[in-house]
């Protein structure tokens, strides 16, 4: 397996080289203001400050589904197999009887897939430990071969649509949409190929819509959150509003951000909208984004492999640290959870045996109620703080104390 996670790094430049030189998806030509145009409601690029404004209004005022007293945001990160990791863990939370009721629930790649399930409810916990679990996966990696030097993905997407198509049921749309209707959101970001943004898809308004083409577009927003650049081909997205139709190239969420809390065109506004009150945020990081020591062997492969991790590694750190500087801005309390040192992990080990073994380490996590200790809260003192940084281990600190 790591050898083939080798190769496919290495086939990687190759891959996006051709899909430059080789028109292999012909499209209608669009500008900017043409996808503007025809961009519906439920699709946020963040392009303009009437689009950044309606995400915020439409965040806040998820504030009046609370039922418990809290306004919880759970964002679910991308991973791959390691996913399975934190699909035990919603599951595992729901056994131990404290599962809040997200208002917010957000995913990116593999967190984009476990996300529906979790915004559904706790009755929908079989369905979801049946996604990862049940060797559905286990072909989820099939090579092209030689032929992936010609095609914008170097593995088969049939495997990976047929996964989503399978899991996606009737009824959990069913259950989506009407909690929507009671005013929580379900978010999943894609990557614009076209744009080199982020999007935010609003997918409970998407599954309110009953007609075929929209639970098309359900669908393929998750495959295009999963859609590893270069490993998987792109997603054509169809965006249409008013009579306006553009065909959108979309790819992993992942690209931008490992995990969405707030997009990244709000990290650093202050939008001067309501305060959130009690608030909580919670983070599965479906990886572990600490460093690692190993003398790294000099070759080409073994680079590439060690440059790419550390960069995911990187990128989760710097999404962690914006999103805790973002908490502790507005006061809001911030827990983290990852997969720990003891449990071995590994992104792109799909098979059935090393799937549920890591959901059942997240199930352990998290009803043993260690899945999230690691935790920011602005409202400790400082040298409380302090004190939590020095007694605990350092990958608990996520972002040096301020104020």
Known sequence: MRRFRLLVLLLLPAVFLTLGACQTIPRPAFDAADLAAASPPWRYDFL???????????????????????????????????????AGVMVGWSQAGNRPQFEVVTGVSTGALIAPFVFAGPRFDPALEHAYTSGQTDDLLKSRGVLALMLPGVFKPEPLTNLVLNNISPELLAAIAEEHRKGRRLYVSTTSLDTQTQVVW????????????????????????????????????DVEHQGRRIQELHVDGGTVSSFLVVPQALLLETPDARPLGDARIWVVVNGKWDPRFEVSRISAISIAARSFDTMMKALQRSDLTAVTQFARRYGLTLSVAAIPDHVEANTLDFTQAHMTALFQAGENEAQAGRAFERRVDPSEPRQSRRRHREQAPPAVVIAPPVG
């Open 202 to 237: 609003d997918m409970g308004a998407i599954a309110q819509r009953t007609d075929p083409a929209s639970r098309l577009l359900f669908v393929n927003v998750l495959i295009a959150s999963a859609s590893i650049p270069g490993a998987f081909p792109p997603v054509l997205l």
């Open 48 to 86: 303009t400050p009437e689009a950044r404004d309606r995400f915020v209004r439409e965040t806040v005022n998820t504030q009046n589904a609370t039922r418990d007293g809290t306004f919880d945001i759970l964002a679910l990160s991308g991973g791959g197999a390691n996913g399975a990791y934190g």
